[in-house]
Structures are given as C-alpha cells and as structure tokens.
C-alpha cells in the first residue's frame, strides 16, 4: 500500500477538508501525515508528499524543505500553494495598485514576512490548482488515474447554452440579479472566467449560478504568457458575447473581487521565478 502525507503551511486548511471529503483513496492508500486528523509530529519517508498552504515563515520553509526530501513525489496543492494565496495580496504591486486606486489601502497591508508560492523553495513534480481542488481532483492525482478526462476549460464543462441574441449593455455585479440557469452567465451580464480557466473541476460553481473566478489558474493557452495576452484574450470574449463597453469590462476584471485569483494567472509565466510548465500541470 503506498503512503502518503499532506503537509499544512500557511492556509485555511479548505484543501485538507476537501481530501478528508473524498473517500476513494482509504484502501488505495496509508495517509501516515497530516496534523489537520493524523497526531505525529514526525514526517516518514512516502510515495507521495501534498503540500498545501503558502510559505509564510521560517516555520514553513524548515518543513517544507524537510518534508520534501522524505517524498518520491511532490504535489503543490492549491491556489495558496501555488500563488501565495489571500496572505500574498499586500505583497504584489499590481495587486495593491487595484486597491489603492480604490482608494482602500487598509485593505492591502503590505505583510512581512511575505507569503510565498512552495516553488520560490522547492521543485514540485505537479501543481494540483484549484481553492480547493475539488475530491475528484485529489483521487485523480493520487490514484495516477489514467482515464480521468478534464476538459480544457471550465466553460466545457458548465454545459450552460451560449446564445447570440442575448447582448448584455452592462455587467450584473456579483450576488445580484435573477440568474437563468440554462444560459451562459456572460450572456446574462456576469463576469465569468470560465473561457480562461483551466477545467477539470467539472464547473460546480457556474453550475449553480455563480460566475467562475478562475481558482483553478490559467488555461494551457495562457501558460507563460504575461499578463495583456490574458486580459486581452478575456476581452475579446465578452467583446464578442456582449455589447458592454469596454472599459466596464477592464475594471471589473481588475476589481477587488477577481484580484486573488485572476492576477495568480501571471504566476506561471516566469517573471520571477522559473515558468511553470503545462506538463506539471494537472
């Protein structure tokens, strides 16, 4: 039977409750380490290293780089993982832009220490995204799932009908309005991320009638590619689906509401740091 452990740094521990959700792996796999229900301080040796939460502090560098040198193969889980997530906000310039232009800086302290993604320390084998990933993802990684299809993007996935005479002027604001629930969102005037996003997550939020937010990070498309080919390519959506103007547009996708996922897209492609390649993502 393999083993594996889960590995909490900074975070909310939601990635954690979403492993604990799923049950497929209990007589596939020994879950021999994870503080959220296994009490050990000690980190064994495993096939297979989760890692969730962003690097915080000194506490999460030592056991991260611990953690890591007693995997075969490790696993960066989770928007936190992979960006830094909400506690790496009042670190990123253009994320602080947003916020001061919208003349709230209380909102965005700039924290010491800084939130880090895992990989600013170690090299993870593949980068589970998602805030969380949903249970199916977590087996499918852990069960190297050979027959697991995701779809390119969650638009794929949310099977809401698009139409051609339905042209929004403006855009709904988020938890308003009366929502169809068999027609596209952005064709009902909502901000939705979908065509962008990477699927996989089987769209449970655009199912029920909320817009994507792009948790699950960029598509392959967008992958090491800076920030204006995204923005623009997220344009030209709404561009041709409504007839909202165009600056509308531009401010919502650089609003306060979108700023901790939709900006994690310009993560993966190496501004800082060595781009992610698409093949590591899953």
């Not at 590995?7 to 596939?28: F, K, P, T």
């Not at 007693?70 to 909400?86: D, E, K, L, N």
């Not at 009366?178 to 952005?186: A, F, G, M, T």
Request: charged share 25%; glycine share 8%; net charge negative.
């Amino acid at each position: 039977m393999k083993r594996f452990a889960v590995v909490q740094l900074s975070g909310c521990a939601g990635c954690d409750v979403s492993l604990v959700n799923a049950d497929a792996w209990v007589d596939e796999y020994k879950l021999v380490y994870m503080p959220l229900v296994v009490s050990t301080h000690d980190i064994p040796e495993v096939d297979i290293l989760l890692i969730t939460g962003g690097v915080r502090n000194d506490e999460d560098v030592y056991k991260l780089r611990h953690a890591v040198k007693r995997a075969q193969m490790v696993v960066a889980v989770g928007t936190c993982a992979i960006s830094g997530g909400v506690a790496n906000l009042g670190d990123r310039d253009e994320v602080r832009e947003v916020f001061l232009a919208h003349h709230q800086p209380h909102l965005a302290p700039r924290l010491l220490p800084k939130c880090h993604p895992v990989d600013n320390y170690v090299s993870p084998d593949l980068y589970l995204s998602g805030c969380p990933p949903t249970p199916e993802l977590f087996m499918a990684v852990l069960m190297e799932d050979q027959d697991f299809q995701a779809s390119r993007i969650v638009c794929q996935e949310c099977e809401r009908s698009k139409l051609r005479d339905m042209r929004p002027t403006h855009l709904m604001g988020f938890q308003q309005g009366q929502v169809d629930s068999e027609i596209c969102l952005i064709n009902q005037g909502y901000l939705c991320i979908g065509s962008s996003t990477r699927g996989g997550c089987r769209a449970p939020c655009p199912r029920a009638g909320h817009p994507c937010v792009a948790c699950r990070g960029p598509s392959d498309v967008f992958i090491e590619k800076d920030s204006e080919v995204w923005f623009g390519s997220i344009k030209r959506v709404f561009d041709s689906m409504t007839s909202v103007p165009s600056d509308e547009i531009e401010a919502g996708l650089r609003s306060p509401q979108l700023a901790l996922f939709l900006f994690q897209f310009s993560d993966y492609a190496g501004d800082d740091r060595a781009a992610r390649s698409r093949e590591k993502m899953f």
